[in-house]
C-alpha cells in the first residue's frame, strides 16, 4: 500500500466490527457502497500491499508500451471506421470541482476558450463523429456527489445535441476519525464533510454498480475510453482502438514521454512478467531521485486509459480489482481523517495482454491552474470542430513554462488582468509576481520576468513587445 500510516497497529481488526456496525446505520449510502467501503478499510488494515523489489523492475519493451507511430493506420473505408466507433463509449471523470481555479461546480464548466467549456468541447468532439461516420458514441460523465446536481442540469442543455450523454455517480464513503476508527457522519457531520469519493480507481465498480455497464454491452459496445475531463488532448484515436480490437488487449494506458515538469508522474514498468504502474509513493526513499530521472524512467501516465467493458465486468465480478491503496490525511473542522482512494491507472495488472501506448506530448493537455488556461487561451492554439490544436508557428516542439503569482489563481482575477491574451509563439518562460495588468496586442519572447513591487501596481501596456526582459517597474519597459 502507498505510503502506508501504521494505522492497522493501533487499530487491530476487532476495530473492524464496530465500523461495519456504525456504516451499516449510514443511511444515506447503498449497500454497494457500504460493502465497497468496508471492503476497501479491511484491505488496508490487513496491510496487504505488495512490496516493490527495486532490483526487479524491467523496462518495458516495445511489445509492451507500444510506441504510437508504428500503430497500423486505421481503416480508410468510412464503413469500417464506423464499425469502429460503434463499440466504443467515451466517458470523462467529471468528479472533480473547479475549487483550485476559484470557481464554484464542476471544473468541466469553466470556460476555455471562445465562450466554450470543457464539456462543450468534449460534446462538439463527439458530435462531430457521429455526423461524420454516422456511428452513436456516447458520453458518459462520472460524476461525485459533489458535481452531480450540477451536472445534470448543465447537461439538459445538450438534449438537442447528436449524442447520447449519460451519467452515473462514483461511490460515497465515510470520512474515517483517525483517533477512534469510527465513520465522521456518526459523529453527527452529516454534511458533506462527513464524506468523500474514493478516486478513480473506483470507476470500475460504479459503472457496474450503475447498471450501465451492461446496458452498454447489450448495445455491443467493446471498449470505454476513460480520461480527465480537463485534459484537452484526451480525444477519441482511431488509431489506438483499431489497435486495442485487432490485438485483444483488454487495458490501455497512454503515456507520455516525461519532461522536468513531469518527473513525479507515475510510469509504466515490467515487474514479475506485468506490465504494471510505479508511482511516486511506492518507492523506497533511496530510490526517489531515481525514479525521478528522466533516464531511466522516461514515460508517464497521461490517464487516458481504454478499457474492455467485458473484462470490467468480469473483474468486478470476481472482486479482483485490488488496487494499491492511497491513504490521503485530512483535517476536517479540526478533526483529523482518512480518506482511503485508489486509482484507475493502477489496474492494469489485473487485465489481460495489457499494453502502454507511448503517444504524442500533444494528447497530454490538462488544464490545472490559470497558467495552463493560459497557454490554451494563447496564439499557441487553435480551435478546429472542437479540437485545441497546436500552432505549427511554433518550432519548439515543448511549451513554455508560466508561473503565475496568486493575484492570478482564481480565474476571474486572471480574467481580469488581461485585455487580450498575449502572443506567446515565441516565448520560453514567463514569470509574474504582484499586482500587474496586461493591455492589449502584447507579444511575449523568450524569457520574461515581470515583478511589480509590493504596493504598487504595474501595467504593461497596449501594444508592447517584451523579449528576454526582466521587469520590475514601467521604466523598464
Given at each position: 500500500m502507498i505510503a502506508k500510516q501504521h494505522i492497522s497497529l493501533l487499530f487491530p481488526m476487532e476495530k473492524l466490527d464496530s465500523l461495519k456496525s456504525?456504516?451499516?446505520?449510514?443511511?444515506?449510502?447503498?449497500?454497494?457502497?457500504?460493502?465497497?467501503?468496508?471492503?476497501?478499510?479491511?484491505?488496508?488494515?490487513?496491510?496487504?500491499?505488495?512490496?516493490?523489489?527495486?532490483?526487479?523492475?524491467?523496462?518495458p519493451t516495445d511489445e509492451v508500451v507500444v510506441p504510437y507511430?508504428?500503430?497500423?493506420?486505421?481503416?480508410?473505408?468510412?464503413?469500417?471506421?464506423?464499425?469502429?466507433?460503434?463499440?466504443?463509449?467515451?466517458?470523462?471523470?467529471?468528479?472533480?470541482?473547479?475549487?483550485?481555479?476559484?470557481?464554484?461546480?464542476p471544473k468541466s464548466v469553466i470556460e476555455v476558450r471562445n465562450g466554450l467549456t470543457f464539456l462543450d468541447l468534449i460534446v462538439i468532439q463527439i458530435e462531430n463523429l457521429n455526423s461524420k461516420y454516422g456511428c452513436n458514441v456516447p458520453l458518459v460523465l462520472m460524476n461525485s456527489f459533489n458535481t452531480h446536481d450540477e451536472t445534470l442540469k448543465i447537461v439538459d442543455k445538450y438534449s438537442n445535441?447528436?449524442?447520447?450523454?449519460?451519467?452515473?455517480?462514483?461511490?460515497?464513503?465515510?470520512?474515517l476519525v483517525v483517533e477512534d476508527f469510527t465513520p465522521l457522519p456518526s459523529k453527527g457531520q452529516h454534511g458533506k464533510e462527513g464524506w468523500y469519493p474514493p478516486g478513480h480507481g473506483d470507476v470500475f465498480p460504479s459503472l457496474m454498480n450503475s447498471g450501465?455497464?451492461?446496458?452498454?454491452?447489450?448495445?455491443?459496445?467493446?471498449?470505454?475510453?476513460v480520461a480527465n475531463s480537463d485534459n484537452l488532448g484526451a480525444i477519441v484515436d482511431l488509431k489506438i482502438l483499431n489497435h486495442l480490437i485487432q490485438n485483444k488487449n483488454e487495458y490501455?494506458?497512454?503515456?507520455?514521454p516525461k519532461t522536468l515538469a513531469d518527473v513525479k508522474g507515475g510510469t509504466l514498468i515490467s515487474y514479475e512478467g506485468k506490465v504494471q504502474l510505479l508511482e511516486i509513493a511506492q518507492v523506497p526513499d533511496e530510490h526517489v531521485n531515481e525514479f525521478k530521472s528522466i533516464e531511466k524512467f522516461k514515460i508517464f501516465n497521461t490517464n487516458n486509459l481504454w478499457v474492455n467493458l467485458s473484462a470490467i465486468k468480469r473483474l468486478v465480478e470476481a472482486d479482483a480489482l485490488k488496487m494499491e491503496i492511497i491513504p490521503n490525511p485530512k483535517e476536517v473542522n479540526?478533526?483529523?481523517?482518512?480518506?482511503?482512494?485508489?486509482?484507475?491507472?493502477a489496474a492494469i495488472k489485473f487485465f489481460d495482454h495489457a499494453i502502454g501506448i507511448n503517444v504524442p506530448r500533444s494528447r497530454f493537455l490538462p488544464v490545472?491552474?490559470?497558467?495552463?488556461?493560459?497557454?490554451?487561451?494563447?496564439?499557441?492554439?487553435?480551435?478546429?470542430?472542437?479540437?485545441?490544436?497546436?500552432?505549427?508557428?511554433?518550432?519548439?516542439?515543448?511549451?513554455?513554462?508560466?508561473?503565475?503569482?496568486?493575484?492570478?489563481?482564481?480565474?476571474?482575477?486572471?480574467?481580469?488582468?488581461?485585455?487580450?491574451?498575449?502572443?506567446?509563439?515565441?516565448?520560453?518562460?514567463?514569470?509574474?509576481?504582484?499586482?500587474?495588468?496586461?493591455?492589449?496586442?502584447?507579444?511575449?519572447?523568450?524569457?520574461v520576468t515581470i515583478a511589480a513591487k509590493p504596493g504598487v501596481k504595474l501595467e504593461i501596456p497596449d501594444g508592447a513587445v517584451i523579449e528576454n526582459k526582466e521587469i520590475n517597474g514601467p521604466e523598464d519597459i
Amino acid at each position: 500500500m502507498i505510503a502506508k500510516q501504521h494505522i492497522s497497529l493501533l487499530f487491530p481488526m476487532e476495530k473492524l466490527d464496530s465500523l461495519k456496525s456504525a456504516v451499516a446505520s449510514l443511511s444515506e449510502i447503498s449497500e454497494n457502497e457500504k460493502n465497497g467501503f468496508i471492503n476497501l478499510v479491511s484491505r488496508y488494515l490487513s496491510g496487504e500491499a505488495q512490496h516493490i523489489e527495486w532490483s526487479k523492475i524491467q523496462t518495458p519493451t516495445d511489445e509492451v508500451v507500444v510506441p504510437y507511430d508504428t500503430l497500423s493506420p486505421s481503416p480508410d473505408d468510412p464503413a469500417e471506421t464506423k464499425k469502429l466507433l460503434d463499440k466504443l463509449v467515451v466517458l470523462k471523470l467529471n468528479g472533480g470541482l473547479g475549487t483550485t481555479m476559484g470557481c464554484t461546480g464542476p471544473k468541466s464548466v469553466i470556460e476555455v476558450r471562445n465562450g466554450l467549456t470543457f464539456l462543450d468541447l468534449i460534446v462538439i468532439q463527439i458530435e462531430n463523429l457521429n455526423s461524420k461516420y454516422g456511428c452513436n458514441v456516447p458520453l458518459v460523465l462520472m460524476n461525485s456527489f459533489n458535481t452531480h446536481d450540477e451536472t445534470l442540469k448543465i447537461v439538459d442543455k445538450y438534449s438537442n445535441s447528436n449524442i447520447e450523454i449519460h451519467t452515473f455517480n462514483q461511490s460515497q464513503y465515510p470520512r474515517l476519525v483517525v483517533e477512534d476508527f469510527t465513520p465522521l457522519p456518526s459523529k453527527g457531520q452529516h454534511g458533506k464533510e462527513g464524506w468523500y469519493p474514493p478516486g478513480h480507481g473506483d470507476v470500475f465498480p460504479s459503472l457496474m454498480n450503475s447498471g450501465k455497464l451492461d446496458a452498454f454491452l447489450s448495445q455491443g459496445k467493446e471498449y470505454v475510453f476513460v480520461a480527465n475531463s480537463d485534459n484537452l488532448g484526451a480525444i477519441v484515436d482511431l488509431k489506438i482502438l483499431n489497435h486495442l480490437i485487432q490485438n485483444k488487449n483488454e487495458y490501455c494506458m497512454e503515456v507520455t514521454p516525461k519532461t522536468l515538469a513531469d518527473v513525479k508522474g507515475g510510469t509504466l514498468i515490467s515487474y514479475e512478467g506485468k506490465v504494471q504502474l510505479l508511482e511516486i509513493a511506492q518507492v523506497p526513499d533511496e530510490h526517489v531521485n531515481e525514479f525521478k530521472s528522466i533516464e531511466k524512467f522516461k514515460i508517464f501516465n497521461t490517464n487516458n486509459l481504454w478499457v474492455n467493458l467485458s473484462a470490467i465486468k468480469r473483474l468486478v465480478e470476481a472482486d479482483a480489482l485490488k488496487m494499491e491503496i492511497i491513504p490521503n490525511p485530512k483535517e476536517v473542522n479540526g478533526v483529523k481523517v482518512l480518506q482511503l482512494e485508489t486509482a484507475s491507472g493502477a489496474a492494469i495488472k489485473f487485465f489481460d495482454h495489457a499494453i502502454g501506448i507511448n503517444v504524442p506530448r500533444s494528447r497530454f493537455l490538462p488544464v490545472k491552474a490559470t497558467s495552463d488556461l493560459l497557454l490554451v487561451q494563447s496564439d499557441l492554439y487553435t480551435l478546429v470542430d472542437g479540437f485545441v490544436i497546436r500552432n505549427n508557428a511554433r518550432a519548439n516542439p515543448t511549451n513554455p513554462s508560466i508561473e503565475l503569482g496568486p493575484e492570478f489563481k482564481k480565474v476571474g482575477n486572471f480574467l481580469g488582468r488581461f485585455k487580450s491574451i498575449p502572443s506567446i509563439i515565441e516565448l520560453d518562460s514567463l514569470k509574474v509576481t504582484g499586482d500587474v495588468w496586461f493591455g492589449a496586442g502584447i507579444v511575449l519572447k523568450g524569457k520574461v520576468t515581470i515583478a511589480a513591487k509590493p504596493g504598487v501596481k504595474l501595467e504593461i501596456p497596449d501594444g508592447a513587445v517584451i523579449e528576454n526582459k526582466e521587469i520590475n517597474g514601467p521604466e523598464d519597459i
